[in-house]
């Protein structure tokens, strides 16, 4: 497995931009798809955006699609989040997951990740 640490979190108003990382650690980074998934209180965890091995291929589910960017730097080995206008329905904490070494592809499902990091919390007010 590898390390994840993600950070960038805050409260911010909506309308407002956030950029969250996610530092990875313990194996080769390059070699996995990752992905970004939320969990709002008293719901299930949600898929977020997805991105390929090198960055080629990147899906979004629809709620954030157009306002989010998913990226990475396998030279630095942290993945980003870029967030902008923020609405109040995206507080939620954001967790960043890898897929196991040598899969590529990205994936919408969570089952098919197996790394996750410890969350980092974002609350958007109206």
């Known amino acids: 497995q590898v390390q994840l640490v993600e950070s960038g979190g805050g409260l911010v108003q909506a309308g407002a931009s956030l950029r969250l990382s996610c530092a990875a650690s313990g194996r080769t980074f390059s070699a996995s798809a990752m992905g970004w998934f939320r969990q709002a209180p008293g719901k299930e965890r949600e898929f977020v955006a997805t991105?390929?091995?090198?960055?080629?291929?990147?899906y979004y589910s629809d709620s954030v699609k157009g306002r989010f960017t998913i990226s990475r730097d396998n030279a630095k080995n942290t993945m980003f989040l870029q967030m902008n206008s923020l609405k109040p329905e995206d507080t939620a904490v954001y967790y960043c997951a890898a897929r196991p070494a040598t899969y590529q592809t990205p994936s919408r499902e969570a089952r098919m990740y197996d790394s996750w990091g410890q969350g980092t919390q974002v609350t958007v007010s109206s």
């Open positions: 991105i390929s091995w090198r960055g080629a291929t990147t």
